[in-house]
Every structure is written in structure tokens, then in C-alpha cells.
């Protein structure tokens, strides 16, 4: 069952005229996909058509349709999408709207007219989630900008979405940042089944937790499947092959038509499999 | 040229940002600056061009007290790109906006046009010298933050994480960019998050944790030495740097995965590698 499709879906925003040209694609339920292209390429517009904010709010052209949980958006109010969708936008600070943590995740619940009883327990759990349980009542101008990311995370989780869509979320965030962040998602997709969409830059974050890949091309689909198909696909066909990470271009690198290795998500499985096909003299012990 | 001497600084009413900071610059060094968000970075580079003033201790440049001088003075010999490019473009046309500058000098009419047109040059821009800068796209904008720097000749230039919401290419260029200057004598102090970028780009790298520094060496021993508690800093080995560091007996010293590729191709038997482009 598919969480998000995209059918033959055409968007032009209304000033400049770009957007999506003829977009087919599903994202499956359940599943971890990475949003990968050049800036300008319709990741964030494919971000925004998915929680209803393309075409309702900024007006447009549009053909075809976009279903989510096989609701056609253009049926539906951004308000009714967003309930079940959760957006963390890329500029992220520009959607935290209250003075506390605690107030903060309470207020999508205040305005569905959650009961108050429910929306404490909903909070507890949406910090947890996050791991910023102890800070409700702290100002918001006293968090970190890492902080500040995982409560713009809190906030649509306690909206319980069952897809929950990120642009660009490590942008500002240091190396540890971004890890934290990326577990936290891996962590929300497989014990809550959330289907988790990431926009990014840095294919390698993603490159542990993700599941299929989307590369985006001058406003279309130009690959889409597991992220081994289409790294291959990025370094055959030379299409943004800048962005693999590093250990798939080493493993591109690396292999001939008699030498393959597995999908590598870290150095140390790299280093054993590339250790193991060294003639025996140069292998090194990797106990030591 | 530039010395950070003993300084300290805090924000009032925070911990202290920087404790007892010593540095120096050498005339045309690439430097890599890294730590977790809030170690201190943003700050440090701040006092290196006179914005603010230390509690305690001295910036010194070319060997006289940079406070003598304040911004205005540092600012000819230390460019600032911020993170941000938007914070620092303000006017209607890209030329305009990299002629703010030279404008403020005591230069004529003809050493300030050539300031622009080289600034523009080194940078690309003067295809889109009459362009509404606001209208082009963030590596342009960063770009003529870059120009506009560049066109008060500095022999240093300070760019605090130039590279976050950039994508791979908009990266290599901009790295490319960054190393032709360097090449042509100018310094460059990169603050940044991105390890890869760090370890093939930068010869040198200081890193801040808690206001205090705690590494400042070459950027192949800070990944390579497994007494640099790199985690506790908050940073990341890169994948090339560890593998590099596993094999270091038959790959020696690398900085990139076609490096790294072509050494370890060595050993495995050889290949050349359309794909990745790795000469082997």
C-alpha cells in the first residue's frame, strides 16, 4: 500500500513558472525515502504537493492528482492533510510560534480542541520522542538550534501523522546533530511505522536508516528505488554522482566485472570486505 | 599575520564563549575550523575582524593590536563571508552590491571599478554583474558575498559555514573557487560541519569544544590519530579518513575517495574506474 502517489503531477507556481513536470511515483507505506537533487530540482515542491501546501496555498497550475493515504489533496483542506501528515520545513524556526517547549507542542493539539488531559500525555510523549522530556517549560530562545529542530519534530509528532515529511532538516545542525536526528527518524519509522520523507544535501546521513531513494531532475523523477539501484544509477549515468557518498563511490571504484562488494553503510564494513580481498600477505589483522 | 592572543570572551549573562584562546595565522594558509554548534566558532571568527572585542587578551595583526584599527581597518586585510549571504547584500544590482566597498575607500574612481571587475572576475559574476542579486539563485548570492570581500583585497577570507543548503556541485564549485584564490596567495579560515570537505580541502584544522581549543594541527593527524577523541568534540571521522586510517601501511596519506581508490586499487590488482573517475 502506498502512503504517497504521485499521478502524472505537473505544478508551476504561479510567478516564476517552475515546479513538476509529469511526476509517477509512490512512496510505500512504512518506508524511509530520501529526496536527493541539485537545488532548484522540485524537492521541496514535492515536499510541499505532499502536504497539500502545493497547489492550496501558493496558487499555481496543476494537472493530475497527488493521493495521500489515497486522498486526492486538492479534495482536502491543508488543516485536514496536516493531521495526517507531519512537515518539518526547512526553515524551521519560522513554524516554532510559541514561548515554551511545553506550549509549543500543545498548540496544533489546542487547535484540533484535543482535550487538555489528552494533550499533556501527548506532549510527554512527543518530547520523549525526541528526548527533550524535562524542558517544558523552557523559552524556546533558550535552545540550541539543535534543540530547536528536534521541537519542530516533537510538535507534528504529537499530531500523531503517519507520514512525516523533513526538508532539508540538517542544514544547520553539526555532525552529532544530524546523527541524533537521523536515529531518532530511523527510530520513529520502525517502531512507530511512521513513513519518514528527508530532502537532503548529505546522502551519506542517510545512507544507514533510508530505504529508497528519489533523485530529483529539473522538476522531475529522474531515478527512484533502493538506494543501492540508484547510487548505481546516479555514478552509471553521471547523474548528480557528486552527491554519492563517499563509500559508495570508493565501492564503485573499487569493483570489476569479477569483484564485487556488498552495499556498505560504514567504514568498518568496508574495511573488512576490502580487507578480505587483499592477497593474504597484505591483509591486516583487524583485531588489533 | 593574525594572532589570537590568550582571548577570552563571554556574551553577557552566558558562560563564556572562548577561554583562553591562542592562534596563529600564517599569510596564505587554508584552515579548517570545526566543533559542535555553540563551541565558540561563529565568536572567534567574529574578534578575528574586529566585530566585538575580547574580554581579556588581544587580536594582533601584522604584529600591531587590531583594536588601534577597529572594523573598518581589519576589514581591508580580513574578508567576512557569513553564513548567511542575505544578511549581507543589500543593494540592486550584483556590481552595486561588491562596489559597497571599495566605495567606502580612499581609492579613485579607476581603482575602484578595477577592484569590482576583478572581484567579479575571480568569482564568475560578470555574466550577472547588472542582476537583481536577491532574484539568483543561494550559491550566486553566496558567490557575491565572496566578490564582495574579495574586492577589498584581503589576504584573508573567513567564511562561516559556506557550504550548509548547497548541493554537491554548488559545494565543488565553491571549493574550487576557494582553492584558486588560495592559490593566488589569499588565506582562508573555513568554518564548517562537512568532515569530507574538511579533511580533502583544508592542510590545517582548530577545533573549539566549550570555548577552549582543543586541536590544532594537520587535518590528516586529527582523523587519523585515535587519541583525538574526535566524538567527544562533536565531530565525525569521515569514511575516507578511517578506512585510510585502517590501511594506512598501503594507502599512506589520502584526502579523497579517488585517492584513497587508487591506492587500494593498487594492491587489489588494479583497474581504471570510469565511474568514479579514479586514476588508477
Same mark, same amino acid.
Given at each position: 500500500?502506498?502512503?504517497?502517489?504521485?499521478?502524472?503531477?505537473?505544478?508551476?507556481?504561479?510567478?516564476?513558472?517552475?515546479?513538476?513536470?509529469?511526476?509517477?511515483?509512490?512512496?510505500?507505506?512504512?518506508?524511509?525515502?530520501?529526496?536527493?537533487? +541539485?537545488?532548484?530540482?522540485?524537492?521541496?515542491?514535492?515536499?510541499?504537493?505532499?502536504?497539500?501546501?502545493?497547489?492550496?496555498?501558493?496558487?499555481?497550475?496543476?494537472?493530475?492528482?497527488?493521493?495521500?493515504?489515497?486522498?486526492?489533496?486538492?479534495?482536502?483542506?491543508? !488543516?485536514?492533510?496536516?493531521?495526517?501528515?507531519?512537515?518539518?520545513?526547512?526553515?524551521?524556526?519560522?513554524?516554532?510560534? +510559541?514561548?515554551?517547549?511545553?506550549?509549543?507542542?500543545?498548540? &496544533?493539539?489546542?487547535?484540533?480542541?484535543?482535550? !487538555?488531559?489528552?494533550?499533556?500525555?501527548?506532549?510527554?510523549?512527543?518530547?520523549?520522542?525526541?528526548?527533550?522530556?524535562?524542558?517544558?517549560?523552557?523559552?524556546? !530562545?533558550?535552545?540550541?538550534?539543535?534543540?530547536?529542530?528536534?521541537?519542530?519534530?516533537?510538535?507534528?509528532?504529537? @499530531?500523531?501523522?503517519?507520514?512525516?515529511?523533513?526538508?532539508?532538516?540538517?542544514?544547520?545542525?553539526?555532525?552529532?546533530?544530524?546523527?541524533?536526528?537521523?536515529?531518532?527518524? +530511523?527510530?520513529?519509522?520502525?517502531?512507530?511505522?511512521?513513513?519518514?520523507?528527508?530532502?537532503?544535501?548529505?546522502?551519506?546521513?542517510?545512507?544507514?536508516?533510508?530505504?529508497?531513494?528519489?533523485?530529483?531532475? &529539473?522538476?522531475?523523477?529522474?531515478?527512484?528505488?533502493?538506494?543501492?539501484?540508484?547510487?548505481?544509477?546516479?555514478?552509471?549515468?553521471?547523474?548528480?554522482? @557528486?552527491?554519492?557518498?563517499?563509500?559508495?563511490?570508493?565501492?564503485?571504484?573499487?569493483?570489476?566485472?569479477?569483484?564485487?562488494?556488498?552495499?556498505?553503510?560504514?567504514?568498518?564494513?568496508?574495511?573488512?570486505?576490502?580487507?578480505? !580481498?587483499?592477497?593474504?600477505?597484505?591483509?591486516?589483522?583487524?583485531? +588489533? | 599575520?593574525?594572532?589570537?592572543? %590568550?582571548?577570552?570572551?563571554?556574551?553577557?549573562?552566558?558562560?563564556?564563549?572562548?577561554?583562553?584562546?591562542?592562534?596563529?595565522? %600564517?599569510?596564505?594558509?587554508?584552515?579548517?575550523?570545526?566543533?559542535?554548534?555553540?563551541?565558540?566558532?561563529?565568536?572567534?571568527?567574529?574578534?578575528?575582524?574586529?566585530?566585538?572585542?575580547?574580554?581579556?587578551?588581544?587580536?594582533? *595583526?601584522?604584529?600591531?593590536?587590531?583594536?588601534?584599527?577597529?572594523?573598518?581597518?581589519?576589514?581591508?586585510?580580513?574578508?567576512?563571508?557569513?553564513?548567511?549571504?542575505?544578511?549581507?547584500?543589500?543593494? =540592486?544590482?550584483?556590481?552595486?552590491?561588491?562596489?559597497?566597498?571599495?566605495?567606502?575607500?580612499?581609492?579613485? =574612481?579607476?581603482?575602484?571599478? $578595477?577592484? /569590482?571587475? =576583478?572581484?567579479?572576475?575571480?568569482?564568475?559574476?560578470?555574466? /550577472?554583474?547588472?542582476?537583481?542579486?536577491?532574484?539568483?539563485?543561494?550559491?550566486?548570492?553566496?558567490?557575491?558575498?565572496?566578490?564582495?570581500?574579495? $574586492?577589498?583585497?584581503?589576504?584573508?577570507?573567513?567564511?562561516?559555514?559556506?557550504?550548509?543548503?548547497?548541493?554537491?556541485?554548488?559545494?565543488?564549485?565553491?571549493?574550487?573557487?576557494?582553492?584558486?584564490?588560495?592559490?593566488?596567495?589569499?588565506?582562508?579560515?573555513?568554518?564548517?560541519? =562537512?568532515?569530507?570537505?574538511?579533511?580533502?580541502?583544508?592542510?590545517?584544522?582548530?577545533?573549539?569544544?566549550?570555548?577552549?581549543?582543543?586541536?590544532?594541527?594537520?587535518? %590528516?593527524? *586529527?582523523?587519523?590519530?585515535?587519541?583525538?577523541?574526535?566524538?567527544?568534540?562533536?565531530?565525525?571521522?569521515?569514511?575516507?579518513?578511517?578506512?585510510?586510517?585502517?590501511?594506512?601501511?598501503?594507502?599512506?596519506?589520502?584526502?579523497?575517495?579517488?585517492?584513497?581508490?587508487?591506492?587500494?586499487?593498487? %594492491?587489489?590488482?588494479?583497474?581504471?574506474?570510469?565511474?568514479?573517475?579514479?586514476?588508477?
Amino acid at each position: 500500500m502506498d502512503a504517497v502517489q504521485f499521478e502524472d503531477f505537473s505544478y508551476h507556481y504561479p510567478k516564476t513558472g517552475t515546479g513538476l513536470d509529469q511526476v509517477t511515483l509512490s512512496i510505500p507505506v512504512g518506508s524511509f525515502t530520501v529526496l536527493a537533487g +541539485a537545488n532548484g530540482s522540485g524537492k521541496t515542491t514535492l515536499c510541499m504537493a505532499m502536504t497539500g501546501l502545493v497547489p492550496h496555498f501558493f496558487g499555481g497550475s496543476m494537472s493530475g492528482q497527488v493521493r495521500v493515504a489515497r486522498q486526492v489533496t486538492t479534495d482536502r483542506p491543508v !488543516s485536514d492533510i496536516a493531521a495526517g501528515v507531519g512537515f518539518v520545513m526547512e526553515d524551521y524556526e519560522s513554524q516554532l510560534v +510559541a514561548l515554551t517547549v511545553f506550549d509549543e507542542v500543545a498548540f &496544533a493539539l489546542e487547535n484540533m480542541a484535543v482535550s !487538555s488531559a489528552l494533550i499533556r500525555e501527548r506532549v510527554a510523549e512527543a518530547l520523549a520522542a525526541v528526548g527533550l522530556t524535562g524542558l517544558e517549560e523552557r523559552e524556546l !530562545s533558550a535552545l540550541s538550534g539543535g534543540q530547536k529542530q528536534r521541537l519542530a519534530v516533537a510538535s507534528v509528532l504529537a @499530531s500523531q501523522p503517519k507520514i512525516l515529511v523533513l526538508d532539508e532538516p540538517t542544514s544547520a545542525l553539526d555532525p552529532e546533530g544530524s546523527e541524533e536526528l537521523y536515529s531518532l527518524l +530511523a527510530q520513529l519509522n520502525k517502531e512507530k511505522g511512521i513513513t519518514v520523507i528527508v530532502a537532503d544535501h548529505d546522502l551519506a546521513q542517510a545512507l544507514p536508516h533510508a530505504d529508497r531513494m528519489v533523485v530529483m531532475e &529539473a522538476g522531475r523523477v529522474a531515478f527512484t528505488g533502493t538506494l543501492d539501484e540508484v547510487f548505481d544509477r546516479m555514478l552509471t549515468e553521471q547523474v548528480y554522482a @557528486s552527491a554519492v557518498p563517499a563509500l559508495r563511490r570508493l565501492k564503485a571504484a573499487l569493483e570489476t566485472e569479477t569483484r564485487k562488494f556488498s552495499p556498505w553503510t560504514s567504514a568498518d564494513e568496508a574495511v573488512a570486505e576490502i580487507n578480505a !580481498s587483499l592477497p593474504p600477505m597484505r591483509r591486516l589483522s583487524l583485531s +588489533a | 599575520m593574525l594572532e589570537i592572543q %590568550q582571548v577570552s570572551f563571554a556574551y553577557p549573562g552566558h558562560a563564556p564563549a572562548l577561554k583562553n584562546v591562542s592562534l596563529s595565522i %600564517q599569510a596564505g594558509e587554508f584552515i579548517g575550523l570545526a566543533g559542535r554548534n555553540g563551541s565558540g566558532k561563529t565568536t572567534l571568527t567574529r574578534l578575528m575582524v574586529g566585530l566585538g572585542k575580547p574580554a581579556s587578551g588581544q587580536v594582533m *595583526l601584522d604584529g600591531k593590536p587590531a583594536k588601534d584599527g577597529g572594523p573598518a581597518v581589519m576589514a581591508r586585510s580580513v574578508g567576512y563571508v557569513f553564513q548567511n549571504p542575505d544578511r549581507q547584500i543589500f543593494r =540592486d544590482t550584483v556590481a552595486s552590491e561588491v562596489a559597497y566597498g571599495p566605495e567606502q575607500m580612499d581609492w579613485s =574612481d579607476d581603482e575602484r571599478q $578595477a577592484a /569590482v571587475d =576583478d572581484a567579479l572576475a575571480m568569482t564568475g559574476l560578470i555574466e /550577472v554583474a547588472q542582476a537583481y542579486p536577491r532574484g539568483l539563485a543561494r550559491s550566486f548570492r553566496q558567490r557575491i558575498a565572496i566578490a564582495s570581500a574579495l $574586492a577589498l583585497k584581503p589576504r584573508l577570507l573567513i567564511l562561516d559555514e559556506p557550504t550548509s543548503g548547497q548541493d554537491a556541485e554548488e559545494k565543488k564549485q565553491l571549493m574550487q573557487l576557494l582553492g584558486k584564490l588560495n592559490g593566488q596567495g589569499i588565506g582562508v579560515i573555513l568554518v564548517t560541519h =562537512d568532515m569530507e570537505m574538511l579533511l580533502e580541502h583544508t592542510r590545517r584544522t582548530v577545533v573549539l569544544h566549550q570555548g577552549e581549543k582543543v586541536y590544532d594541527g594537520p587535518t %590528516q593527524e *586529527l582523523f587519523a590519530d585515535p587519541a583525538h577523541d574526535v566524538a567527544a568534540w562533536g565531530l565525525r571521522v569521515p569514511d575516507v579518513a578511517a578506512i585510510a586510517a585502517k590501511f594506512a601501511k598501503i594507502t599512506g596519506a589520502v584526502r579523497s575517495v579517488e585517492e584513497l581508490a587508487a591506492s587500494i586499487n593498487n %594492491q587489489l590488482g588494479g583497474k581504471t574506474d570510469e565511474k568514479s573517475g579514479a586514476s588508477v
